[in-house]
């Protein structure tokens, strides 16, 4: 992994925590997520015209993810409507890496070193650990101390993002690849899984959707530029170094995601969060090292 690639995914770390605390600051989530997912729409179309069109070995990829990605969003929506921003995110990103590890060993016949598979197993292992540590109800979350029981739902919706997220890293890589035009697939990609949620709003909230729409438009907008330029940025970097250790270095927003956690939803930090970030710390400098 060059640190021109390694630049570029931790830009897309920053950027994909960014988003998703502007869909959790949100208290709807449909429309946080129609605002986001419209909105990648609609910039996906206006790039689309200027970029060639993904090769033809492409397309079952990107239909492919764009079901998965309305999955994904849709648990990032339950996840977020039972935990705390910075429980379910390093949940939902850690889970990841060592799912698309096994994968791209069976699908893509990668071979990792050492290094590369000890920073995986590491950060994942330690930060999925950690973060299990006081996922408690919404009633239960301001005055529980770290002896409480884990809010069980929460948890689970939590590991089901992230396993939906490892199986799109996945199909994305292998599409990718395919596609010839990085920038032509990631434009494909928004368009195609930008209209579900918006057009099931439509449908279910009818004439009032608007309306809902209206007071949060600028958050969701920007949220939907993040949401591209995250993945965008990770799409290019899976076209320069191999699918496990990009899928892991991304995680590194799981430091940010703890950190907005804290400072903006005014969330506890605590030891196990604060050790969380020491070892996503860890496991990014074996993969580096690894490069």
Same mark, same amino acid.
Request: aromatic share 8%; charged share 10%.
């Given at each position: 992994?060059?640190?021109?690639?390694?630049?570029? @995914?931790?830009?897309? #770390?920053?950027?994909?925590?960014?988003?998703?605390?502007?869909?959790?600051?949100?208290?709807? *989530?449909? @429309?946080?997520?129609?605002?986001?997912?419209?909105?990648?729409?609609?910039?996906? /179309?206006?790039? /689309?015209?200027?970029?060639?069109?993904?090769?033809?070995?492409?397309?079952?990829?990107?239909?492919?993810?764009?079901?998965?990605?309305?999955?994904?969003?849709?648990?990032?929506?339950?996840?977020?409507?039972?935990?705390?921003?910075?429980?379910?995110? =390093?949940?939902?990103?850690?889970?990841?890496?060592?799912?698309?590890? +096994?994968?791209?060993?069976?699908?893509?016949?990668?071979?990792?070193?050492?290094?590369?598979?000890?920073?995986? +197993?590491?950060?994942?292992?330690?930060?999925?650990?950690?973060?299990?540590?006081?996922?408690? =109800?919404?009633?239960?979350?301001?005055?529980?101390? =770290?002896?409480?029981?884990?809010?069980?739902?929460?948890?689970?919706?939590?590991?089901?993002?992230?396993?939906?997220?490892?199986?799109?890293? +996945?199909?994305?890589?292998?599409? @990718?690849?395919?596609?010839?035009?990085?920038?032509?697939?990631?434009?494909?990609?928004?368009?195609?899984?930008?209209?579900?949620?918006?057009?099931?709003?439509?449908?279910?909230?009818?004439?009032?959707?608007?309306?809902?729409?209206? =007071?949060? #438009?600028?958050?969701?907008?920007?949220?939907?530029?993040?949401?591209?330029?995250?993945?965008?940025?990770?799409?290019?970097? *899976?076209?320069?170094?191999?699918?496990?250790?990009?899928?892991?270095?991304?995680?590194?927003?799981?430091?940010?995601?703890?950190?907005?956690?804290?400072?903006?939803?005014?969330?506890?930090?605590?030891?196990?969060?604060?050790?969380? /970030?020491?070892?996503? +710390? @860890?496991?990014?400098?074996?993969?580096?090292?690894?490069?």
């Amino acid at each position: 992994m060059t640190p021109l690639v390694a630049a570029a @995914v931790l830009a897309a #770390a920053v950027t994909h925590a960014g988003w998703n605390a502007i869909a959790h600051a949100i208290k709807d *989530q449909l @429309v946080a997520f129609t605002l986001i997912g419209g909105g990648a729409a609609v910039l996906g /179309a206006l790039i /689309a015209p200027f970029v060639p069109l993904p090769a033809a070995g492409a397309w079952p990829y990107l239909i492919a993810s764009a079901l998965l990605h309305v999955g994904y969003q849709a648990l990032l929506m339950r996840s977020f409507s039972l935990g705390d921003f910075g429980q379910m995110y =390093p949940i939902a990103r850690g889970t990841a890496p060592l799912v698309v590890t +096994v994968a791209a060993v069976f699908l893509v016949d990668e071979r990792l070193n050492g290094w590369q598979l000890g920073g995986v +197993v590491f950060a994942s292992a330690g930060l999925v650990g950690v973060a299990l540590w006081g996922i408690l =109800p919404p009633g239960r979350r301001k005055s529980a101390g =770290p002896g409480s029981r884990p809010h069980w739902p929460a948890i689970l919706a939590a590991l089901a993002t992230g396993l939906s997220i490892a199986a799109y890293t +996945v199909v994305d890589g292998l599409g @990718v690849r395919a596609s010839g035009t990085p920038v032509g697939y990631i434009a494909w990609l928004m368009i195609l899984e930008g209209i579900l949620i918006p057009a099931y709003a439509a449908y279910s909230r009818r004439g009032a959707l608007l309306g809902q729409l209206r =007071p949060y #438009a600028a958050r969701g907008l920007l949220g939907a530029a993040l949401s591209m330029a995250a993945y965008g940025l990770i799409l290019w970097a *899976q076209t320069r170094a191999p699918l496990a250790p990009v899928a892991a270095l991304r995680e590194s927003s799981i430091i940010v995601g703890a950190a907005i956690g804290a400072v903006f939803f005014k969330e506890r930090f605590g030891a196990p969060r604060i050790a969380a /970030a020491a070892l996503m +710390v @860890v496991g990014i400098g074996l993969m580096l090292r690894a490069g």
